[in-house]
């Protein structure tokens, strides 16, 4: 699961902290999930974000890992809710018009743009942990401009 920290100040925009969490593949799911729970936990309690963004995904063919991935949203969306946080809940459409200004840019463009915005050396990797940087832009955009976040925009 990817995970960005931004910050904004004014105009400028610096990323704080980003970064993958992993779990071990042949671990049971509970497990697995219990184990992003406590790693996400403990980056909101160290960075205490004002907003959280959490992207709404769509799948089309492969249902396993669509399965997984929307558990692992889950979580996400749980330790939105301990904190006491009604994530903005982007669609990937959204994010790359928010990043790109194009909702149909390519993922490279994306990661190129997010390496941009943020005056970072290089791209950063995995790419979960820059799509997780360019969904956490978008919140900050979604917020700035006073659009309500939770209710399905």
């Known amino acids: 699961m990817g995970y960005g920290v931004v910050s904004q100040e004014g105009d400028t925009l610096r990323a704080l902290d980003y970064g993958?969490?992993?779990?071990?593949?042949?671990?049971?799911?509970?497990?697995?999930?219990?184990?992003?729970?406590?790693?996400?936990?403990?980056?909101?309690?160290?960075?205490?974000?004002?907003?959280?963004?959490?992207?709404?995904?769509?799948?089309?063919?492969?249902v396993t890992t669509a399965e997984m991935v929307?558990?692992?949203?889950?979580?996400?969306?749980?330790?939105?809710?301990?904190f006491g946080f009604v994530p903005y809940e982007p669609k990937p459409s959204e994010v790359k018009l928010a990043v790109c200004g194009n909702g149909a840019a390519e993922k490279s463009q994306v990661?190129?743009?997010?390496?941009?915005?943020?005056?970072?050396?290089?791209?950063?990797?995995?790419?979960?942990?820059?799509?997780?940087l360019a969904i956490a832009l978008t919140g900050l955009s979604l917020a700035s401009f006073g659009r309500e976040n939770g209710r399905g925009n």
């Open 20 to 62: 993958a969490l992993a779990t071990e593949p042949g671990e049971p799911m509970s497990k697995r999930l219990y184990e992003l729970y406590c790693g996400l936990r403990a980056k909101v309690a160290q960075y205490r974000p004002d907003v959280m963004a959490v992207e709404r995904l769509y799948f089309g063919r492969n």
């Open 111 to 132: 990661q190129g743009m997010v390496r941009v915005l943020l005056r970072l050396r290089e791209t950063p990797r995995p790419d979960d942990a820059a799509d997780a």
């Open 70 to 82: 929307y558990q692992a949203r889950g979580v996400a969306l749980m330790t939105a809710a301990e």
